[in-house]
């Protein structure tokens, strides 16, 4: 991906897993779900179901890029049947280096609604 103009450029975006995630569930195995949003679209990982503290997913997303919007809101959540969903954590990647070097396979942390 070039330096130039990132204007309508397509990003190929896959969500590989999560690791050591902070467990929301007393009794049972959690299970996970990623959000990713960048402007107006948003995608959303199957849930992982029994997925745990380290859930994979290997799911695959596409997006068009939009100049001056460079980073992707991330957040994973539990899925559950009869509450309300549980935010496991959030964060952002920035996109410098996927638009600088084509690619970007880094690992990002994600923090929890108290913040760490």
Excluded: H
């Amino acid at each position: 991906m070039a330096t130039g103009g990132i204007q309508g450029q397509l990003l190929d975006i896959t969500v590989v897993g999560c690791l050591q995630l902070r467990d929301t569930e007393w009794i049972s195995r959690q299970d996970p779900y990623v959000c990713l949003e960048y402007a107006n679209s948003k995608f959303r990982t199957k849930t992982c179901t029994d997925g745990g503290k380290n859930p994979s997913f290997n799911e695959k997303f596409v997006l068009r890029l939009i100049e001056g919007l460079r980073e992707i809101n991330i957040s994973v959540w539990n899925s559950n049947t009869v509450t309300t969903d549980d935010l496991i954590g959030s964060g952002t990647v920035l996109l410098e280096k996927v638009i600088s070097s084509g690619y970007d396979d880094s690992t990002w942390s994600l923090q929890t609604k108290r913040g760490k």
